[in-house]
C-alpha cells in the first residue's frame, strides 16, 4: 500500500500505471511582486534592490526525474529521485536521493542521499502543493532549503489491513548545514526524529492527522566565547561564558515539534485547519539565528526560540476557488521582548526581535496544470528601544504567481 495522497506516493502509483520504470514531472513559478517600500527586506523570495519595491522573478523552476524498480513479485524494491532547481539565479540541485523498500514484512524503508529533513509538517510540504506561496520565516531560517545530507531509516506499513498502517516513524542522521555549504564542517550530526499519522478517519467527512518531531544537533566550538540571555542590575543582556574548555565543546541545536491537520470534506471541496508549534535551542552568531555555514571564527550566540504556523483553507463554490489565511510567527529570543531589546544601549540587537505574519490569499485552480495564486502578507515586528525598530516596519508584499506544472 501506497500512500497516493503525497506526490511520491502519486508518482510511485503512475509510474506503476504507465511507464513501469520512469516518470519526469515539473513545476515552474513565475511571479510578480510589489512591497511597501524600495530595499523591503523580506522572507518572501528574498530582499528588493535598495532602488525597487516590484520585481518579476522566477522563485522556482523544477524538473524533477523518479525511477522506480519492481522485483519479480511487482513490489517496490528500488526508488531514485533527482530533482534540480533552475531560475534566473541559477542551477542548484534539490534533491538526489535513493530508497531501498524491505519487502519481506513490507514495513522498512531506508532512504540516503541529499533529500527533506524529517521534521515538521510545513518542511516537508511541497512548495508545489503548498497553498501559501512559501513557508513560514522560522522554517526558512532554521531549516533553510529543508534539505540535508544524510541516511534516514522510516517505519511505514505497506498492507492495507496492517493495524499500524497509518502510522509513520523517520529517523535519521544529517550534516546539519544542508544545501547552504559545499561540505561537512565538523564531525557533528543531525538526529532528527519524526512520528506521524496519517490522516485517519474519524468519519466519513472528517480526517484528523499530525506528528510529533525531534531534533538533536550541534555545532563544534571553534572559539571560547559563548554568550546567553542573563539579568544584571540593569536588566537583560548577553553575558559571555569564555572559560577555555568552551573549545571543541559541541554548541547545542536543540528543536521539539508538534503539529495537527483537521479535514473536513464537503460537497463543494474541503475545509482544512492546521497548526503547528516549535521551540528550542539554537547556536548562531550575534548576526543572524541561521544555522552557520561554515565554523565561526566569531563568538557564538545561544537563544532560546519558538514559533508557529497556522493555515485556515477553505474551498468556494467548487474545489477551483480557495481562500486561504494563514499566520506565523518566529520569536528567536524567547528571552527577551519589546523594549528590553535595545534598552540603554545593551548589546541585544535586532537579531533577537519578534516577527509575526498574517498572510491572505485567493488559489484559483486553472486547469490540472495551471494555478493562479494572489496573497498579501501583512509583516509585524516587535516594537523595541533599537534605532530603526521602534515601530513597525514597512515591510507587507503582495504576491501574484502563475503556476505551471506538468
Known amino acids: 500500500m501506497m500512500d497516493t495522497t503525497t506526490s511520491v506516493g502519486k508518482g510511485i502509483l503512475q509510474m506503476y500505471k504507465k511507464f513501469d520504470r520512469i516518470y519526469f514531472t515539473g513545476y515552474l513559478q513565475p511571479q510578480f511582486q510589489v512591497a511597501q517600500e524600495k530595499g523591503t527586506r523580506s522572507w518572501n523570495g528574498g530582499d528588493f534592490a535598495t532602488h525597487a519595491n516590484s520585481r518579476f522573478m522566477l522563485r522556482r523552476g523544477r524538473v524533477r526525474l523518479d525511477y522506480v524498480r519492481m522485483n519479480n513479485n511487482d513490489q517496490i524494491s528500488i526508488y531514485f529521485v533527482f530533482q534540480f532547481d533552475g531560475t534566473e539565479r541559477g542551477v542548484v540541485i534539490r534533491d538526489f536521493w535513493g530508497?531501498?523498500?524491505?519487502?519481506?514484512?513490507?514495513?522498512?524503508?531506508?532512504?540516503?542521499?541529499?533529500?527533506?529533513?524529517?521534521?515538521?509538517?510545513?518542511?516537508?510540504?511541497?512548495?508545489?502543493?503548498?497553498?501559501?506561496?512559501?513557508?513560514?520565516?522560522?522554517?526558512?531560517?532554521?531549516?533553510?532549503?529543508?534539505?540535508?545530507?544524510?541516511?534516514?531509516?522510516?517505519?511505514?506499513?505497506?498492507?492495507?489491513?496492517?493495524?499500524?498502517?497509518?502510522?509513520?516513524?523517520?529517523?535519521?542522521?544529517?550534516?546539519?548545514?544542508?544545501?547552504?555549504?559545499?561540505a561537512e564542517y565538523d564531525s557533528y550530526k543531525d538526529l532528527i526524529a519524526r512520528t506521524s499519522l496519517k490522516p485517519y478517519p474519524l468519519n466519513k467527512k472528517l480526517f484528523i492527522s499530525g506528528g510529533l518531531s525531534y531534533f538533536n544537533g550541534g555545532l563544534f566550538q571553534n572559539t571560547k566565547y559563548t554568550y546567553a540571555i542573563n539579568q544584571d542590575l540593569n536588566g537583560k543582556l548577553f553575558m559571555v561564558d569564555s572559560t577555555a574548555e568552551n573549545v571543541g565543546r559541541k554548541a547545542p541545536r536543540k528543536y521539539y515539534g508538534a503539529d495537527m491537520q483537521l479535514k473536513w470534506k464537503h460537497s463543494y471541496g474541503n475545509t482544512e485547519l492546521r497548526a503547528e508549534y516549535w521551540r528550542g535551542r539554537q547556536t548562531s552568531s550575534a548576526g543572524t539565528s541561521?544555522?552557520?555555514?561554515?565554523?565561526?571564527?566569531?563568538?557564538?550566540y545561544v537563544r532560546k526560540f519558538d514559533g508557529a504556523f497556522i493555515y485556515l483553507l477553505q474551498n468556494i463554490a467548487s474545489s477551483r476557488h480557495q481562500l486561504g489565511i494563514k499566520y506565523d510567527w518566529y520569536d528567536p529570543n524567547t528571552q527577551v521582548k519589546g523594549e528590553e531589546i535595545g534598552k540603554d544601549g545593551n548589546n541585544i540587537n535586532a537579531t533577537n526581535i519578534k516577527y509575526s505574519t498574517l498572510n491572505v490569499g485567493y488559489n484559483f485552480v486553472v486547469n490540472e496544470n495551471v494555478r493562479l495564486m494572489l496573497w498579501y502578507e501583512f509583516v509585524k515586528?516587535?516594537?523595541?528601544?533599537?534605532?530603526?525598530?521602534?515601530?513597525?516596519?514597512?515591510?507587507?508584499v503582495f504576491t501574484t504567481r502563475l503556476q505551471f506544472r506538468f
Do not use: C
Open 99 to 182: 530508497r531501498i523498500f524491505e519487502n519481506k514484512w513490507k514495513v522498512f524503508q531506508f532512504t540516503t542521499g541529499m533529500f527533506a529533513r524529517p521534521f515538521g509538517y510545513e518542511v516537508n510540504m511541497s512548495s508545489a502543493d503548498r497553498e501559501s506561496p512559501e513557508r513560514g520565516r522560522m522554517s526558512q531560517i532554521l531549516m533553510r532549503n529543508e534539505r540535508d545530507l544524510g541516511a534516514m531509516v522510516s517505519f511505514e506499513p505497506r498492507f492495507s489491513d496492517h493495524p499500524l498502517r497509518h502510522l509513520k516513524v523517520d529517523i535519521g542522521l544529517f550534516n546539519g548545514q544542508g544545501l547552504t555549504a559545499n
Open 290 to 300: 541561521e544555522t552557520p555555514t561554515a565554523l565561526l571564527q566569531e563568538p557564538y
Open 381 to 396: 515586528n516587535e516594537k523595541t528601544s533599537l534605532a530603526g525598530y521602534t515601530s513597525d516596519l514597512k515591510d507587507n
